[in-house]
């Protein structure tokens, strides 16, 4: 019964992978990390944004390939803290941003509908 549980637990942390809401923290991970930043551009009160982050969270296959390869960031229109100028003027939400840890573009964003297969094709490909 220990041995199950164990097995269990470790199974639903070796694809857990951590979402931040601080670009400047992601952006700093993901350049010590060596890994890819994914930034999920939102709105608030969006629930098509809620829906389309759901999707992203809940797909284990994609969990597994962020917690290797990307930093995943939650970033809202409008908040505070300071993100790259071109999302400044995004007018689809939600929009999804494949960065580089140089904060250069590695594949085209993903507006409004987030396809998951696009998605890791994108990541696996870095």
């Given at each position: 019964?220990?041995?199950?549980?164990?097995?269990?637990?470790?199974?639903?942390?070796?694809?857990?992978?951590?979402?931040?809401?601080?670009?400047?923290?992601?952006?700093?991970?993901?350049i010590k990390e060596n890994k890819m930043l994914l930034?999920?551009?939102?709105?608030?009160?969006?629930?098509?944004?809620?829906?389309?982050?759901?999707?992203?969270?809940?797909?284990?296959?994609?969990?597994?390939?962020?917690?290797?390869?990307?930093?995943?960031v939650v970033v809202f229109k409008n908040q505070n803290?300071?993100?790259?100028?071109?999302?400044?003027?995004?007018?689809?939400?939600?929009?999804?941003?494949?960065?580089?840890?140089?904060e250069l573009f590695s594949c085209s964003a993903m507006?409004?509908?987030?396809?998951?297969?696009?998605?890791?094709?994108?990541?696996?490909?870095?």
């Open positions: 019964m220990i041995k199950t549980l164990i097995v269990l637990v470790y199974a639903s942390y070796s694809f857990a992978f951590s979402v931040d809401s601080s670009y400047n923290r992601a952006h700093q991970k993901a930034v999920f551009l939102s709105k608030k009160e969006c629930p098509h944004c809620n829906k389309e982050l759901y999707k992203i969270l809940n797909n284990e296959p994609l969990k597994a390939a962020l917690s290797k390869r990307a930093v995943f803290e300071s993100y790259p100028v071109e999302m400044l003027y995004t007018l689809e939400y939600p929009t999804l941003f494949f960065l580089d840890k140089y507006r409004s509908e987030i396809e998951i297969k696009g998605l890791l094709e994108c990541i696996e490909s870095k």
